[in-house]
């Protein structure tokens, strides 16, 4: 929560199951608390951002086990003032294990917004910031997804505008085998499979195995390694 507040002007929605209030710890650091629908994070996300005011023009959701660097909406926001043809911002996230210690970084750049289609995604969700509008244009998250849901948005909102790189660090992902999507590592690779097999045209779908068992393959094994060095600094 302070690392939200420590990166720019905000306005922040907490969303949690109607048994759980917390609001007296963290009450003067949230503008809006909304009850989790139940069926899911992406459909909780969107429900947030159907209670957000007018007034406010970007957005993006953090994990409870994310941070965002200080200063990095402001980043974010400027230059989505300047190019208003992007659709959205990214840049470098730093991955983080339980203990807050770096154990590595993705570096990205414009080229992870090429290879969206035909290639693992690269883009980091923790630290992007996201035209509202836009968001909003092309339905919100796909509630289909459980585990990849960012992964089939951030490939939508490239056909509605450009995802433009910043080269700087935005954000920090907790890697530990609690993460959604470390520890159902194996289910969100295939997941991810479908989402990029779903916005193939007909006649690539259909030979689409040629690639996709080696970048699920790569990237299933990226995550291994990566969880071997975390365990390795323990």
Same mark, same amino acid.
């Given at each position: ?45 969107? $429900? ?72 693992? &995604? ?10 509202? &509008? ?41 890697? $530990?085998?609690?993460?959604? =999507? ?5 289910? =969100? ?46």
């Amino acid at each position: 929560m302070q690392s939200i507040l420590d990166s720019g002007e905000c306005f922040i929605v907490v969303v949690s199951p109607i048994e759980v209030d917390f609001s007296k710890f963290i009450r003067d650091r949230v503008d809006l608390f909304v009850e989790d629908p139940g069926v899911g994070l992406a459909a909780a996300i969107n $429900h947030a951002v159907n209670k957000l005011p007018s007034e406010v023009k970007y957005f993006n959701w953090l994990g409870d086990d994310d941070l965002l660097v200080e200063n990095s909406i402001e980043a974010c926001t400027n230059l989505l003032t300047t190019y208003e043809n992007a659709s959205a911002v990214y840049g470098q996230c730093e991955y983080i294990d339980q203990n807050s210690k770096k154990v590595g970084v993705n570096f990205s750049g414009v080229w992870a917004a090429n290879i969206l289609k035909f290639g693992p &995604d690269l883009i980091p969700q923790p630290g992007a910031l996201l035209r509202l &509008d836009t968001f909003r244009a092309i339905g919100g998250l796909d509630t289909q997804y459980k585990l990849a849901f960012d992964y089939d948005l951030f490939i939508k909102l490239s056909s509605q505008g450009e995802l433009r790189y910043l080269p700087q660090l935005l954000g920090k992902f907790r890697w $530990h085998s609690d993460s959604l =999507s470390v520890g159902t590592r194996r289910a =969100s690779v295939i997941e991810a499979s479908r989402v990029r097999r779903s916005h193939l045209p007909t006649y690539l779908r259909v030979i689409s195995f040629v690639w996709e068992y080696p970048i699920a393959m790569v990237t299933y094994l990226a995550g291994v390694i990566l969880n071997a060095r975390i365990k390795s600094k323990r």
